[in-house]
Each structure stands twice: as C-alpha cells, then as structure tokens.
C-alpha cells in the first residue's frame, strides 16, 4: 500500500501543474508516468487500459439528451471480446463461421439465467429479442443488452461479431453526463492512441443532442487504470 501511494505521488507531481492540454500532449506525458517513477517505486506490472472520460453539457434524466453510440477504433483497443449472439438457423451458423464465442437461442438465455456471464458483448437478431427481452434486468445493468442503436440487434450477425473483434465499443453517458470509453491500452504508440481519441471525440461531436443547450464538451480526461487523470483541451 505504502509503495502504491509513492507511486500516485509521484504520478501527480508529473500531472496536477499540467492543465489543460492538446490530445498529443496528453498521450506523450500518460505514456511517460510510468517510465518516470523514482528509483525504488515498482510499476504497474501489467498493460494497463487507457480509458476517455468526457463530461457532456447534457441531462440525461431526458431520453432526447442521452448520449450514446458505438465505433470501431481506428487501432482497436488491444483486447479480444468474447462474443455471445442469440440467433438460430442460418444466421446462427453465420455467427459461428465469424467467429462468435457461443451461439445459441432459449438454451443461451437459459444459461444466462443460471448466471452464465462469460462474455463481454452479446448481439441478437431481431426475431430472437422476445427470448433476449426477460434477460434486460440481468443484462440491462452489466451494459451488455443488445440494441438496435448499439448496433448489436441485427441481421446481420456475422458483420456485428467482425466489427467487435476488430475493436468496436460502445459507449452511453451516465448520470452525471458522463462518457466513459477505452481507447486502447498503455503499450500502443502515441499515434495508434491519438488517432484511436481523435476519432471517438470525432463521434461524440457528432452526436450532438439538438436539444442540449449551452457547452456541449464540457471536460475532457484520458487516464490509464492506474494512473492520474490528464485534462484535454475540449475542442
């Protein structure tokens, strides 16, 4: 514990004069933190996520100012997702042949039921939602209940499994208007990173409320999963 507080310590010495900052600053200077530790002060021994924060001039509490969307990163995000699909017949073999990690219909949902959770994304067709639909209170609050705006209910289930093995997230602001995203991990390049931020900002922009008044970027922060956050410039 002593050695972990030393290590912030001296994380946020290196971060708290800072500011505000461009994305590449921010991307050179997190991929320095660990590398800058005093002698002595261990470093985080595995990859560590980077994961965007951004705090939008929105309010949730209405459906029209909810944020929400999915994207396939330019360089991924370092991490292979396993891939449940509810389809059955020809579309369950197409999900098979792209690569999801199980396929099934009212076993699936059966088996979730029983407290299965060994996946990370789960994609339906539409005509399985009436098996997927009594799963909402259980998949709802993990963030993992397919969605035609999400893009994972689908026909076509096998392009789905290939955009999120090729690292597509997705991404909803919470309460607070808060996005919360991954956008690759510590070991990519500060150009594989850039770009990965860049394109997810690009999105968010885009998905501007028309009824959100006032700053619609409010904050922007980039952070590993161990280190101090760092304050982007909101363009």
């Not at 093995?165 to 602001?173: L, M, N, P, S």
Request: hydrophobic residues 45%.
């Amino acid at each position: 514990m002593a050695k972990s507080s030393k290590r912030l310590t001296a994380m946020r010495a290196k971060t708290e004069g800072l500011g505000l900052v461009d994305v590449e600053t921010a991307v050179a200077t997190l991929k320095e933190l660990e590398a800058s530790l005093p002698k002595g002060v261990k470093a985080c021994p595995y990859d560590q996520s980077v994961e965007l924060a951004v705090r939008l001039g929105v309010d949730p509490k209405h459906a029209d100012q909810i944020v929400r969307g999915s994207i396939v990163l330019p360089h991924g995000i370092g991490k292979s997702q396993r891939i449940a699909v509810f389809a059955q017949g020809e579309n369950a073999a197409a999900a098979k042949a792209a690569g999801a990690d199980v396929v099934g219909a009212k076993d699936l949902a059966d088996k979730i039921k029983e407290g299965w959770m060994e996946f990370d994304v789960a994609i339906a067709t539409p005509d399985m939602m009436g098996v997927v639909g009594p799963l909402g209170r259980v998949l709802g609050p993990r963030g993992l209940m397919p969605s035609p705006k999400a893009g994972t209910v689908t026909q076509d289930v096998a392009t789905a499994v290939k955009e999120y093995q090729a690292g597509k997230v997705e991404f909803r602001c919470d309460a607070a208007g808060i996005v919360h995203c991954v956008v690759g991990k510590l070991s990519f390049d500060k150009q594989q990173l850039t770009d990965n931020i860049n394109a997810l900002m690009k999105l968010i922009h885009s998905l501007k409320p028309h009824a959100a008044k006032g700053t619609y970027v409010r904050s922007i922060t980039v952070s590993g999963t161990q280190t101090p956050g760092i304050r982007i410039t909101a363009a």
